[in-house]
């Protein structure tokens, strides 16, 4: 440990790290810590695929991880400390989990003050596509809808009506957010939310719920835009719904490997769907074989 703490990227800061990667003004970021590394590499052979790897900056949630990424590939990832140290990080509802998701609106807002627009995604998404055609328009914030329910193909781009817990139900997952007032807004109060809203074991809380408090209650001073279902659908409907999946093949452009839990799983069930392209494919990644 003590070599890799003493690592030589510990003082590259975000703000460097940014202007280093951003293209047109535009980041693209994540967040990992050691643990998933393989769903990285998959979803950077993903991007390579579409050509926009180049922009893609790691936020390290350890020095492992810093050290890989920038090993393999200098400059692509930064750690905004305090770094996390231990296994419960990524067990989902767990409290390590939680701390770290908490996180990312933090993240998110000091890029969009840095002047960058960004798009955030989960590492458990591949894309089949380019979505940034899809960011049309001059809207603040784009996301996904985490919903089952099979939407009209032209469907409304609004913020879906609440759900049974007063709330929408649109994925953290993946957000693209403009360098503007009022994208800053819904971080600033996606914080505020986490924050009223403490972790506990009853509620076995992640970040997602309180991002959806604050979409509601921003949104009528901040454009907000719900990105079509057939483009980015929640892995509950591509993964369980057949149908569907037939129905709008070819339309998919980024998949969420969610409504599943457990590493094992997810690597199987992409597998299933030859959506695990680390196993062929490794050397398509900037970072080669991990």
């Known amino acids: 440990m003590a070599s890799s703490s003493l690592s030589k990227w510990r003082h590259y800061s975000l703000a460097d790290a940014a202007s280093f990667v951003a293209k047109n003004g535009t980041v693209i970021v994540c967040a990992v810590s050691q643990p998933y590394l393989p ?8 991007i390579t695929r579409q050509k926009h790897q180049e922009k893609v900056l790691v936020i390290a949630e350890d020095y492992a991880t810093l050290d890989k990424v920038n090993g393999k590939w200098p400059g692509h990832a930064v750690l905004i400390p305090p770094a996390l140290v231990s296994q419960s990080t990524h067990k989902f509802g767990s409290q390590g989990f939680f701390n770290f998701t908490a996180r990312r609106p933090r993240h998110l807002l000091q890029i ?3 002047g960058y627009n960004v798009m955030y995604n ?7 596509g380019d979505p940034f055609p899809y960011l049309e328009g001059n809207h603040d914030v784009y996301f996904t809808d985490d919903m089952t329910a099979v939407k009209p193909l032209n469907h409304s781009h609004d913020l ?3 759900g049974k817990k007063g709330r929408p139900y649109i994925c953290s997952c993946m957000i693209f957010l403009r360098a503007t007032d009022g994208a800053k807004l819904v971080m600033k109060k996606w914080i505020e939310e986490l924050q009223a809203q403490p972790w506990s074991k009853a509620q076995k809380a992640n970040d997602q719920p309180a991002f959806n408090w604050a979409l509601l209650k921003t949104a009528r001073v901040v454009d907000l835009y719900l990105l079509p279902q057939a483009a980015f659908p929640t892995g509950g409907l591509y993964f369980k719904n057949k149908t569907w999946a037939r129905q709008t093949k070819g339309m998919h452009v ?5 409504y599943i839990l457990g590493f094992e799983k997810k690597i199987k069930r ?11 494919h490794a050397l398509e990644s900037p970072l080669g074989r991990l």
């Open 39 to 46: 769903f990285l590499n998959n979803w950077l052979i993903s």
């Open 112 to 114: 969009l003050e840095l």
């Open 122 to 128: 989960d590492v458990d998404m591949v894309w089949l």
């Open 160 to 162: 879906p009506p609440p």
């Open 254 to 258: 980024i998949i969420h490997n969610n």
């Open 270 to 280: 992409f597998r299933d769907y030859g959506l695990w392209l680390v196993d062929d």
